[in-house]
């Protein structure tokens, strides 16, 4: 105990801040002195890497980042976990309830958060050093509640303790907004890799207002005016994604982007002049990549500031801008390209929207084509034109996509193993060490000609779905472990085709109610994701799965053969409870929609099945793997699309016909939706996702995949070469 470095810290702060003892201080007390005691040691490893001179500055400007707890990733990066289970045996909390009592940083909700969080820890990995930019977002993500058979959303306020892992910097810039002047105050976070003594830093941005109250106007009782502005200014960085549906969501998400991006083009040029003297040599001094697409106003501030700023020319400007930008395409649904209104670009900053009709004209005169389409500025025709890489998560979208960009090409991205897997995984992990597997990377065939693995390893998946019921309260659901674990954890969306899920769940459903001996094996089907909460279709494909789940629970007949299991509010820390328990991951999203799926890949190093379609990166990497695919071709949607009458396929394929009709007729108290709403939608708008077509292929390979599941070798084999066929996905760019 007298060696306990760590504990003597924690004493120390105790006295400091809250002169306390260590068994009279209360959790928040004692986490506060921990992180503080951790942070000791985590600030020389930070200074270090600060240290490093690279060649060429790396930044990365994302509007999401999904992290997860930095607590639990801290203690064993700086292999500390002895001296904490030491200094707990003297008090009352454990280390999962300090785990618990830490909130997780609500900075993304979705795969752009994951993807750039991927890399942004790679480059910590590979000891590059980057900078990566983020907006401080005091109420984060909407935080989801599933109440009354309907999503309710509210602020998810992870601040409210403050972050005992940030610290404020001394600098700050001033920036104009609607001709009003506004601070932008930077804090750093640290990314840490278990792997090295490497550590990355995080920068994220507050809006502060400059401006004082209006006491005039407080004599006179008016209090509107009185704070108006100040609570303009300070809220701007309060949430992530509002719904930006109408006119004022869209102008707060434009002002938004505007604050995020000349704060970070400003913070690089700042950061570049503490090393180097000329200007003209930022591009090869400097590399910026922008994971998606909300980060696109930087090249134009980029370009505008060296042009206005510095006085280059605008070609040069332009060239330069060429050399420093990298454009990363993450989402593909059309909501997700980008145009806002030039009327809205004008009110943000008349300077700004009298540049862009500049970079028109440029544009104009060396492409013949123009940035802005309908009076609207296009985000990709800035990405297109004004980077010098374009790329897209997938292989077969780049290729075959007439949305693709002629300068576009392809990257493979890889995940976060050590987050999600290997760490994470501990009964699968502890089944490779007793067979004496160490290497995950290097899995090969060969290792598992002992037969003994497989009951080991099917028994280690029955464990962690054990500890998903127990650690996310699911007891009462009386889910059965020995069940098929079928997931789908994305943001609801109509191009990740969760009403597909339902709508084959309730096939099932009605065929075993016509014949109960037909062979299909318990399976439990697990939903988890947000709906925008301005996007109607979204919140009724909600609303149906609940009441399908419903009306499944109440069925004596079938409720132990099917379940129907949503699980709220998903984030980092039940993702990583729900890949391990994993045995079938669902990638449904619709081909010409489908870039990437880290859900997929996750679930893969989880050793779980995939079904997927036919889209996305299975096209990436060409080694063997026994994925369950159904569906199109990329190639063969347009000409689907053009000979597709869903009305038609109702009248004519009499098992959508079937499934439909009993889903209207259902009275409500066994089926609690309307889901005539839905299907109203779908003839109208023409089943534009192709749910009708795709339903009895996908049931089908269920019915498949519910047989294969029985052969417990082959199951376990096909595991294992999805696992080999992942083990390829790694970044394989250099920026």
Known sequence: MKDNIILKRIQ??????YAKDLKEARIGEVYDALVNALMQDLGIRWVESNKINNDIDTYL??????????LEEVVLSLDLKDQLDDFIKDIDFSYEDLINYEKEPSLGNGDIGTAAWYLIKEFSKKKIKAMAYALRYES?????EIREGKQFVNPNNWLYRGNKWEHKKSFSYILNIENRDLKSVAYDMPVINRNNKFI????????????????????SGDLESVYSDYAKDNSLTQFLYLDNSNYEGKFYRLRQEYFYCVSCIQDIFRRYFKKEADIKFIGEKVNIILADIHPTQAIIEFIRSLYQGYGIELEESVNLARKVFTHIAIL??????????????????????????ILNEYCKNKYNDSIFENNSLSYKKINMYFTKNFYYLSKVYQENSEDSSKNSSYINFGIDKELYSYTNNEYFNKVLSNHN????????????????????LDESKLLNKKNLIKKLGLENDRINPYSIFDMQLSVFHEAKRQLLNALSIASIYYKLKDNSNINFSPTSYIFSGFANDGYFMAKEVIKFILALKHMIDSDVLIKNKLKIIFIEDINVEKSKILYPACDIYSNLTLVNFDNESFNMLNSAHNFSNICSTKGGILENITKENSI????NEFIEINDVK????????YYKDDIIRYIVDNLINEDYYRLPYNFKIIYDYLIKYNDSFFIFKDLDKLTKLRFKMSKDYLDKELWINNEIRNIIWANNFSLDKKF
């Open 12 to 17: 120390s702060f105790l006295y400091s801040f």
């Open 61 to 70: 400007l994302s509007f999401e980042y999904n992290p997860s707890k930095f």
């Open 140 to 144: 984060g993500s909407m935080k989801q």
């Open 200 to 219: 990355n830093t995080l920068r994220l941005w507050k809006s502060e207002s400059i401006n004082k109250i209006n006491y005039m106007n407080l004599s």
């Open 332 to 357: 593909l649904t059309p909501e997700s390209k980008e145009y806002y209104s030039m009327d809205m670009v004008k009110k943000i900053d008349s300077n700004f929207y009298e540049f862009l009709y």
């Open 437 to 456: 597997i160490y290497n995950i990377e290097s899995f090969a065939l060969d290792d598992f000609e002992d037969k003994t693995i497989f009951d080991d």
């Open 628 to 631: 369950y695919k159904f569906g």
């Open 642 to 649: 053009k000979n597709y009458n869903a009305r038609d396929f």
